[in-house]
């Protein structure tokens, strides 16, 4: 049976671009539902009751939610396909530098 990815996103999202990005370079097929993120649904709420945030990535009905997580888990799950992380510990460290940067330096709230 097939996979049955979805993924709740918001499209200037740079969260949600990260996946987006991991996802096409894994050639990983899912449906994408933009949120609004100013009236929130159902789906959303209850797929990160945690923070109420996109994206969230959802694998066969179960969610996993938190960018960097969510790409730690597409690597893990399909780590046939594209790996997202070099093999050099010095090319990892400045890729997860850079993941990092972008946590810490950009905002999106409303
Ligand atoms: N640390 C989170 C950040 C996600 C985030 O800030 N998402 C924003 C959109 S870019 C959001 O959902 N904002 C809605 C809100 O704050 O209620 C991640 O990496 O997934």
Request: proline share 6%; no cysteine; glycine share 2%.
């Amino acid at each position: 049976m097939a996979d049955e990815m979805v993924l709740l996103d918001f499209w200037p999202s740079p969260f949600g671009m990260r996946l987006r990005i991991a996802l096409a370079e894994k050639g990983i097929d899912y449906e994408y539902k933009d949120e609004d993120l100013w009236s929130k649904s159902p789906l959303l709420l209850q797929m990160n009751p945690v923070h109420k945030k996109i994206p969230v990535l959802t694998h066969n009905g179960k969610s996993v939610y938190e960018s960097l997580i969510a790409l730690q888990y597409t690597d893990e799950v399909w780590n046939d396909k594209a790996p997202l992380l070099l093999s050099d510990p010095y090319l990892i460290a400045q890729a997860r530098f850079w993941a990092d940067f972008v946590n810490k330096k950009v905002i999106f709230t409303h």
